[in-house]
């Protein structure tokens, strides 16, 4: 990231919350759940799979973690009703799990076991690496009973490790991403380069390994490279997807569906918007620019 790119997500915090809201709206599918089947709707037509977020993490109160569930039963209900093709993403830490893990876990089961009794896949979302092992554990855990999945980042020195214990322990879904939080270099690749090998080192350890993943990415040189992977084990399309965020590249999911692949799109809603929209708008410090220039009126 250059200077002025730092400079200019450094700036985002003094920025009113009603302006970078409408920047950010590219992002979320709006507030309430009826903006996201209408999106999710469009999508669908379009030929794309979804993922259904309801924003929020990090959580510190019970009934917040409490109606976020109750938000996910209203999500899966919908989608059933609805007929959407698609699944849900959910944070534990949105669920109440850094409240108290007990507490975390049984609104988790309640959302897991909904999801069960209506047939839809639920994927649990990877957060910053006080939450890694914990995941991990709940996922497999649950992967016993039901049909979950489980992000994990590229950027982490250990993800390499976790994938191959969960793979020895049986069939493992994984969504691979690069990984969105600020981690400390002791555990953490920093380097372009670095992380790119590492994600293509775990993609092909997963492939070979007959796991299914979320291939998610929007970095072209990823996506070329894991395109030859496909190839190389002679995938058929059911064997794995690629996902991306809503907003982000509409050039290369149109690419990639022409490919003859399936595409899941990550459709976030609710009035938790802030900091899912700040992260986005900090990897990509160009739009954070337009923000902050529309601020300053230059
Ligand atoms: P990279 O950041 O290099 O971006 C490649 C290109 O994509 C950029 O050059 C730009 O053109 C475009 N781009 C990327 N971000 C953009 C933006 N915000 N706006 C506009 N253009 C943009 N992380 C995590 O820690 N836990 C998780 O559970 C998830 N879940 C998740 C689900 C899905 C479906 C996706 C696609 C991503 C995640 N992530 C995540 C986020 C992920 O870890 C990562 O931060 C982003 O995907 C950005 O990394 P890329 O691999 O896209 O590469």
Redo the contacts with the bound molecule.
Sequence with gaps: MSLFDRLVVATLPFIPRVIVGKVAS??IAGVTLADAVNVVQRLNQQGLLT?IDVLGEFTDRREEAERSTDKYIEVLDTIVAEKLEGNI?V?LTALGLSIDPRFGRTNLWRVVKSAADRHIFV??????SPHTTETLEIYDELRREFNVGV?V???LKRTMDDVIRLMAKGPANF?L?????VEPEEIAYKG?EEIREN?MALLDRMLAGGAYV?I?????V?LNRSEELIKKYRLTREQYEF???L???HD?RRQLLSHGHRI???VPFGDAWYGYST??????P??AGYIVKSFFGK
């Design positions: 590219q992002y993922t993403s944070k994927r649990i979302d990877m957060e910053d992000a980042q590229a950027y969504r991403c690069k990984g969105i939080y372009r994600y979320g998610a990415t929007h970095d072209e990823l996902q991306m965020l907003g982000v590249r290369l899941r799109t990550y992260r986005r708008l900090k990897e990509n160009q739009i």
